[in-house]
């Protein structure tokens, strides 16, 4: 028997004459789409000749009577049939687009090149926050010394504004009405904010660099490239200023809106205007969030595009839409487990330093105003410093990452990640260059 048609080909060997006869043997017939021997892209619809497996089905064979056999109950995998009945069955021809897949064959797409930290393609949520614990695990030299760096001096200004500069908490009155204990109670957060500007305003200087610098670390971790601290403070410098711009931006944006819900309330007074400043309060709470997640992706934005503070903005929010609710969850699951490691580091720290402070101690089983000396302040800071260099690292990365997500989504950034890690068979490695580059 002459070997049955190219895979290409629907066999007409057979003509209607010996057809009739009843003695031409039929081969299988197979067919292909678009030119591809044996695969279709995953989840497409069955077409003609395929069961939607990704495998060409062969065309049943027509008996002598030029009807088709049916198939058996059992119907057989893709790529084989069963003969009809009477009739010698012809295996299939093997070869490439013939029979089954080899043993090794993957349907669906293959592996994602993964040059860095994370695979090139949409990730999944544990994928982000894994990519960023593991460039604090591969580039921990790199990344520790930023972050405690800044921990460090966000704890010593810290320490020093509760220690000198924060007034001391009004005595409540016991007899006072829930309107004037609530008065109270914004009177003593309002003297202490006063207080702790000063020590505000560097903590938002040193995350500011620690964010500049840790998005440019990231940003080569994933491309599999190690920086340098040096390397990393010259990339990041020139946008110190306008990343220091967005960031009071967003922070006057979100302090405005809660001024807008409180205002009301508190121009009314007693407890209707109770009332009211806690609904207007909601309101803007809620505004306030929506935006800042529309705006989340505008600093890694801004570090790795180079583009302006507005463009930045705009940039964010054409990134976030359609998928909000994704990167808030992924922001609300981080934030969670930032604050749950926080809390374990804190506690332990916090015990040890009541116990190593006497006088805070002693105010504590009196019931009286309690007051923490230097003891208590240097140990918590301590747990601070370590709370600090822990999570700054994970918290800029899921950002960063988020970004790079919502660009491979809509943009086929892993396509130009490969090129610029050097990939083989994505063309030309451009020179040295970043996500945004």
Same mark, same amino acid.
Request: hydrophobic share 45%; aromatic share 6%.
């Given at each position: ?14 003509? !209607? ?109 544990? !994928? ?106 010259? !990339? ?14 967003? $922070? ?89 490691? $926080? ?67 809509? !943009? ?8 610029? $890690? ?16």
């Amino acid at each position: 028997m002459a070997p049955g048609p190219p895979p290409c080909q629907v066999s007409a060997a057979v003509t !209607e004459p010996a057809r009739r006869s009843g003695t031409a043997t039929i081969p299988p017939r197979w067919t292909t789409v678009n030119d591809t021997p044996g695969w279709t892209s995953p989840g497409s619809a069955p077409s003609d000749g395929h069961d939607g497996s990704g495998v060409p089905r062969p065309a049943a064979p027509s008996d002598a009577n030029g009807s088709a056999p049916q198939w058996s109950k059992d119907q057989p995998p893709a790529g084989q049939w069963s003969p009809p009945t009477g009739q010698t069955p012809t295996p299939p021809r093997q070869g490439p687009g013939w029979g089954a897949p080899p043993p090794n064959a993957h349907w669906g797409r293959p592996p994602a090149a993964k040059p860095g930290v994370i695979p090139l393609r949409p990730l999944g949520m544990g !994928e982000i926050l894994d990519g960023a614990a593991k460039t604090l695990r591969v580039y921990w030299r790199t990344v520790l010394a930023i972050t405690v760096t800044v921990a460090v001096i966000s704890q010593i200004a810290d320490i020093l504004a509760q220690r000198y500069l924060v007034p001391e908490a009004p005595a409540t009155s016991p007899d006072a009405s829930p309107a004037e204990a609530l008065e109270q109670s914004l009177d003593a957060a309002q003297s202490s904010l006063i207080g702790l500007g000063p020590a505000l305003l560097v903590t938002l200087m040193a995350s500011l660099v620690s964010a500049a610098l840790l998005t440019v670390v990231i940003s080569r971790a994933i491309l599999g490239r190690p920086v340098s601290l040096s390397a990393a403070w010259q !990339e990041a410098r020139p946008r110190l200023l306008q990343l220091l711009g967005l960031t009071l931006l967003l $922070a006057l944006i979100s302090t405005g809106l809660v001024l807008v819900g409180l205002l009301p309330g508190l121009l009314i007074g007693g407890a209707a205007g109770v009332a009211l400043a806690l609904l207007g309060g909601l309101g803007a709470l809620t505004a306030v969030v929506w935006l800042m997640i529309r705006f989340s992706l505008a600093s890694p934005a801004l570090m790795l595009e180079r583009g302006s503070v507005t463009q930045s903005l705009k940039r964010s929010a054409k990134l976030v839409q359609g998928a909000w609710w994704r990167i808030f969850g992924i922001t609300l699951l981080t934030q969670l487990l930032i604050f749950v490691f $926080a809390m374990i580091v804190a506690i332990p720290f916090t015990v040890i330093g009541i116990a190593i402070d006497g006088d805070g101690f002693s105010g504590m089983l009196s019931g009286t105003t309690t007051t923490f000396g230097w003891p208590f302040l240097i140990v918590t800071g301590i747990g601070g410093v370590i709370t600090s260099a822990i999570t700054y690292p994970i918290s800029a990365g899921v950002t960063v990452l988020l970004y790079v997500d919502q660009r491979i989504r809509r !943009e086929a950034l892993d396509l130009e990640l490969a090129r610029a $890690a050097g990939l083989p068979g994505y063309g030309p490695t451009p020179g040295e260059q970043t996500v945004g580059g």
